[in-house]
């Protein structure tokens, strides 16, 4: 019964859908949530334009954005520590199509949507002008550039790019002096946000990140050193250390606006690397879940990731419907002069707040809709076909708990659902199975005993 127990346990967190992980991860998952929680904040933030004029309010806006802007960092580190649990599985070509697979194929989906919505009136009007269509074609085609430079579905391709040139370079990705080679890079572009060498924008910063991804891999491989040096850091010297980390990047901010720059929140200013990787590290310090229960944080976050931009551009469009039919009066001179909605803080924050709580919670309704589909969730990067036969990993608190009781029982040689234990030592983690084939490891970063 333990066993079953702990697969019951699971289910919560974990579903049929969820990918495969080489081990229970619940610190990874922490950085996983907080970070696709940080990327809808700020896009959550920027849906409105503030005024210049508005004073506090901007203020205000600028000091939200820089306190979430360790979201895309912490997605490169994550992910790269991932690849260095997989990368024996896989040769790097046969990694990289299974990438493709299960990320390209639903971002290409969603950011063509993305591209074709602000343009599916004019294209469902049918037009027979030959200079209609070829102006509709150009326009097009500068939006769809626009969506893969300047757009919240810049990441994929900027990844992908990232991880072919880690695979490519896969002999050299244990030496530290090849990752001292791509940390110059990300500096690089840190004081290229002053010099303009080349353009500036993180977006369009091909080798900008590669340096967080080898970093994520290299933890990977030296996790539990790793982790041991971060179990001894003290919380409060930690939190003291982002909150300073997090002032010099606020301040490098209005600096920036001072010298009139187009991207004062870039994410690969240096400050603002230092405070990403403290936050980061905060985060893969807490061995435990921090994340509501009723969300399955492996399956839904591409998912989030993927829709939000999409539920963004619909409620706009809501919005300027209600504008021009019928609107309260009061609303439609809200939405006509939006100025005077940020002349107090307050109205801003509870601006802020709604527009968060409706891209997220409806992004992820959506995403889990589409995850309890097996044929459409593919469109969030679900593939079950393969993995539902796959043994599920036991990624919380309590199936740990089982599983150490099971652990306990299999050491004595005592039988647990009435199936012959099995109890072997790989590397740093142990590994549990009974006839039931239900892997469940325990690695660096998981609830200490």
Known sequence: MLIGNARNASHSVTSASSPRLEGNHVCVDNVRFWSMVAIVAIHSLTAWEVPGDAGVTQNLQIAFIQAMKFGTIGFYFISGFLLGKRLDQYSAAGYILRRLKKVGAPWALWALLFTLLPFTKRIMLHTNSVSDASALAFQLWHHALDVLSFSAYWFVPNF????????????????????AALLGVSLFYG???????????HTTALGGFVFYLWLGHWVSRHDVTVFSFLGRVKVWKLAIAILIAGSMALAE?????????????????????????????????????????????????FGLFLIHPVLGVILCGLLAFANAHGADSLLRSALIDSSRLWTGPLTGICLWAATFAAYYGGSLMLTQALIARPKLAWMVGQWTSGESRSPKPISNVSSIAAFRRAGWLAKRGLAVNGGTPRVRKTGSELVFQSKLNLPCRRSACDPPK
Not at 191 to 201: F, L
Not at 253 to 264: C, K, T
């Open 160 to 179: 992908l790019f990232a991880l072919t040139f880690l695979l490519l370079c896969k002999s050299w990705l244990n030496d530290l002096r090849f990752g």
């Open 191 to 201: 004081v290229n946000i002053y010099q303009h060498w080349i353009p500036i924008s």
């Open 253 to 301: 901010a209005y600096f920036l606006r001072r010298r009139g720059s187009e991207n004062i929140v870039n994410t690969l200013r240096i400050s603002n690397q230092a405070f990403s990787l403290l936050v980061v590290a905060g985060l893969m310090k807490f061995r435990r879940v921090t994340w509501p229960r009723f969300i399955n944080v492996r399956a839904s976050t």
